[in-house]
T-cell receptor, first 114, second 113 residues
């Protein structure tokens, strides 16, 4: 069975500061991993995904995430936060083989201060 | 979102009434999913479909039913709405079973009073 834990329901940063959103997973087989972003009153949008190519994955809007198997982590980072990055971020994991349906984390709200 | 539309966007209904939410896609994707989003719970899968007339239950399917008579439409029905079903409902689509990422609709905010 797969599960995903997002550490911190809220993360607050200043504009221009590093963004780090944490995601740890458990999976019985090598997983697919995803980050989604949700802006207010909108659906989720795929930010980036890891599907077994390079362990450092680059996504949209300057975000990237690194798959670390030894740490079972897939943390999301961005070097410099913009006000427009304020949103809810969801990490998701799905297994290869069997059911590919992902399990979503509970979400982390990113707050960006001027 | 381009290619996937949910209707209605907002609905208020009374306890005990049936409610149907619609998801319509123009991408000709085989796989469609219904999720509910609640604070502190993230997204939870209600039902999903892997083709016309082929559906299966997710983790929170009690009180919900679905139908898919055409590739493009996936309907979610609350048979007798309860206050615990007040939520935001999202539809998602996927071209393949192997998940390379979903495309989500904009959601339906349902309030049961």
């Amino acid at each position: 069975a797969q599960s995903v834990t997002q550490l911190g329901s809220h993360v607050s940063v200043s504009e221009g500061a590093l963004v780090l959103l944490r995601c740890n997973y458990s999976s019985s087989v090598p997983p697919y991993l995803f980050w989604y972003v949700q802006y207010p009153n909108q659906g989720l949008q795929l930010l980036l995904k890891y599907t077994s190519a390079a362990t450092l994955v680059k996504g949209i809007n300057g975000f990237e995430a690194e798959f670390k198997k030894s740490e079972t982590s897939f943390h999301l980072t961005k070097p410099s936060a913009h006000m427009s990055d304020a949103a809810e971020y969801f990490c998701a994991v799905s297994d290869r083989g069997g059911s590919y349906i992902p399990t979503f984390g509970r979400g982390t709200s990113l707050i960006v201060h001027p | 979102d381009a290619g996937i539309t949910q209707s209605p966007r907002h609905k208020v209904t009374e306890t005990g009434t049936p409610v149907t939410l619609r998801c319509h896609q123009t991408e000709n994707h085989r796989y469609m999913y219904w999720y509910r989003q609640d604070p502190g719970h993230g997204l939870r899968l209600i039902h999903y479909s892997y083709g016309v007339k082929d559906t299966d239950k997710g983790e929170v399917s009690d009180g919900y039913s679905v139908s898919r008579s055409k590739t493009e439409d996936f309907l979610l029905t609350l048979e007798s709405a309860t206050s615990s079903q007040t939520s935001v409902y999202f539809c998602a689509i996927s071209r393949t079973e192997e998940n390379y990422g979903y495309t989500f609709g904009s959601g339906t905010r349902l309030t049961v009073v």
